[in-house]
């Protein structure tokens, strides 16, 4: 059984750092596509950024290209989002998603989502 359990956001300052970190149980990186996602208050959902499941590679939405970066630790099974320069406007709940194909807005697996905060 898949399971995916956020952390790391928080309040912080515009311009400031976070770095969310998705711990995973039942998933082997290698059948699964990972990424994040995030639902901005009034929004829909939006995709971030993911981890290709063929070739591992990163893939990001324009809002977020050079600001925040994915990546994955094998040994422990998690998948980080190091976000910096962050925005007011990207205050949102984040989510971890997991997929056997592909991570989109319709993932197979979501986790319960963790909130940031940008605001002086």
Known sequence: QVQLVESGGGLVQPGGSLRLSCRTSGVIFSNYA??????????????????????????????????FTISRDY????????????KPEDTAVYYCAADPTVVTT????????????VSS
């Open 34 to 67: 990972m990424g994040w996602i995030r639902q901005a208050p009034g929004k829909e959902h939006e995709f971030l950024a993911a981890l290709a499941r063929a070739d591992y590679s990163a893939h990001y939405s324009e809002s977020v290209k050079g600001r």
């Open 106 to 117: 319709t993932a197979a697996f979501w986790g319960q989502g963790t909130q940031v905060t």
């Open 75 to 86: 040994g422990s099974g998690t998948v980080h989002l190091q976000m910096n320069n962050l």
